[in-house]
């Protein structure tokens, strides 16, 4: 071997021993299904910072993300995410208190940053509700769930179809869920979650659902449509439980109507409504977390169309245009609430304050009622608590 050669040969090791590195760590855009045939593949391949790129398709299939991704459709209606027949549960998916599985179509978990825009993902889902007892739960189904201290930033897509087909009976089926406490293990699971723009319709539960201490969410923009009226017992559109803090602004909200006979109406200690925003405790005193906005939303024609509970100063409840809900306009339940400048019209009361376990005061800012069949404003005591109502006009 000549000198040149050698000192060549050196040359070239030195390249590849700098350019190496760089390459390893560069960020690539992976192409579905022109360069891998599935979603999951190309998950399972790529490094974190990478982009996916997934054509328009049908992709029946359960996708996984761990890691940091970005993942872009060509539009929500060209790229859809299809429930395979059969949801299996991922190995980080945990069960519910009553050791029910919990699974769903999209799952981001263990401390991913995702980014994703331009999907639909849409069921439906078998095997959600007991054949022989069809209101009975047999595994906690999500479309897009987010878990284990993970973050997504969900944009320009559609979440449909998470129910039976036909429709099922079991209060079962959210669109999107932003972490889990209804698990078996103290604390739940923590999740982040930006919302915009998102279509969110055709669930049999909830439309979005975030909960639990530690998770946060950013909801905006988005139109949450529910079943109408309905069989379903607890239809709701956006839900804020157990110390999760959530901003929910801008939003469109329709559509939560029970119609069970015997069961569902107008009288909150005994029958059962369905919200277009709740935000409360699934334990008691565990209601949404101080900081919790609630603003600007557009909340028609549900049973109920706000509804705080369990709250000390948690939320700030403003500047809502709430219309034709049938029953309540704006629920206050056990707690200190305030409000202000909302528009609120038609149904039997305007807004509503309840106390059941703690005396409960809701100062009024600046509302606007009118229309409504029974009383602009009401007060319900029981139990030995008072329910108070301050009017403020100016």
Same mark, same amino acid.
């Given at each position: 071997m000549?000198?040149?050669?050698?000192?060549?040969?050196?040359?070239?090791?030195?390249? @590849?021993?700098?350019?190496?590195?760089? &390459?390893?760590?560069?960020? #690539?855009?992976?192409?579905?299904? @022109?360069q891998f045939p599935t979603i999951q593949s190309a998950v399972d391949f790529a490094a974190p910072g990478d982009t996916i790129k997934v054509l328009p398709g049908t992709y029946a299939e359960q996708v996984l993300i761990d890691k940091e991704l970005t993942l872009k459709g060509a539009g929500a209606s060209k790229t859809i995410i299809q429930a395979p027949p059969t949801l299996m549960p991922h190995a980080e998916d945990p069960v519910d208190r009553a050791?029910?599985?919990?699974?769903?179509i999209v799952l981001v978990t263990n401390g991913a940053d995702v980014a994703m825009s331009g999907f639909t993902v849409t069921g439906?889902? #078998?095997?959600?509700?007991?054949?022989?007892?069809?209101?009975?739960?047999?595994?906690?189904?999500a479309g897009i769930r987010?878990?284990? %201290?993970?973050?997504?930033?969900l944009r320009d897509s559609r979440v449909t179809g998470i129910r039976e087909n036909p429709l099922g009976l079991c209060n079962n089926g959210n669109g999107i869920g932003v972490g889990l406490t209804t698990i078996n293990f103290a604390g739940g699971s923590v999740g982040h979650a930006t919302i915009k723009n998102v279509r969110v319709d055709d669930y049999q539960e909830d439309g979005i659902f975030v909960s639990g201490p530690g998770s946060t969410a950013t909801i905006s923009e988005n139109v949450v449509t529910g079943q *109408?009226?309905?069989?379903?017992?607890?239809?709701?559109?956006?839900?804020?439980?157990d110390r999760a803090v959530a901003t929910v602004t801008r939003n469109t909200i329709s559509g939560h109507l029970c119609n069970?006979?015997?069961?569902?109406?107008?009288?909150?200690? &005994?029958?059962?409504?369905?919200?277009?925003?709740? @935000?409360? %405790?699934?334990?008691?005193?565990?209601?949404?977390?101080?900081?919790?906005?609630? #603003?600007?939303?557009?909340?028609?024609n549900n049973d109920v169309g706000?509804?705080?509970?369990?709250?000390? %100063?948690?939320?700030?409840?403003?500047?809502?245009?709430?219309?034709?809900?049938?029953?309540?306009?704006?629920?206050?339940?056990?707690? #200190?609430f305030t409000t202000s400048e909302n528009v609120i019209t038609g149904g039997d009361v305007g807004?509503?304050?309840?106390?059941?376990?703690?005396?409960?005061?809701?100062?009024?800012?600046?509302?606007?009622?009118? *229309?409504?069949?029974?009383a602009p404003v009401q007060e319900l005591s029981c139990c030995g608590v008072t329910a108070t109502a301050i009017v403020q006009t100016e």
């Open positions: 000549t000198q040149v050669t050698r000192k060549s040969l050196v040359v070239l090791a030195m390249l @590849a021993g700098n350019l190496l590195p760089v &390459s390893a760590h560069a960020r #690539s855009t992976l192409v579905v299904p @022109a050791g029910r599985p919990t699974t769903e439906p889902v #078998s095997g959600m509700c007991d054949p022989l007892r069809p209101r009975r739960v047999l595994r906690r189904i987010v878990i284990n %201290g993970a973050t997504l930033d *109408g009226p309905s069989p379903l017992q607890e239809h709701l559109g956006i839900v804020i439980v069970v006979p015997n069961e569902c109406g107008p009288d909150f200690f &005994s029958q059962i409504q369905s919200y277009g925003i709740a @935000a409360y %405790g699934v334990d008691p005193g565990s209601g949404p977390g101080p900081g919790t906005v609630i #603003s600007e939303n557009n909340v028609v706000i509804l705080v509970a369990d709250g000390v %100063g948690c939320c700030t409840v403003s500047e809502n245009t709430v219309t034709n809900n049938r029953f309540m306009g704006v629920v206050f339940f056990d707690g #200190s807004i509503q304050v309840i106390a059941a376990t703690v005396d409960t005061v809701a100062v009024l800012h600046e509302d606007v009622i009118t *229309g409504t069949s029974i």
